[in-house]
């Protein structure tokens, strides 16, 4: 449900149950280093909601698109 869980907390999820099932996607780690240069002072702000957003799904997109071709699908 929408606004259950937090975007971070949901962001994190996606991360670790998607990086090894999924051949670890050059989203995964755009998506980190997105978060990480706010964490380390890189960014004044934090990743905005949208922007955190827009890389999920960018993960769900390549995740869908690995497990399509594992299945034996199209990319």
Do not use: Y
């Amino acid at each position: 449900m929408e606004g259950s869980l937090p975007i971070s907390q949901g962001a994190s999820f996606l991360i670790w149950e998607s990086m090894g099932e999924c051949g670890h996607p050059s989203e995964i780690t755009e998506f980190m280093i997105l978060i990480e240069d706010w964490q380390t002072w890189r960014r004044k702000e934090p990743p905005t909601d949208d922007e955190l957003r827009e890389q999920a799904a960018k993960i769900v997109k390549a995740a869908n698109r690995h497990l399509r071709m594992r299945a034996g699908g199209e990319a």
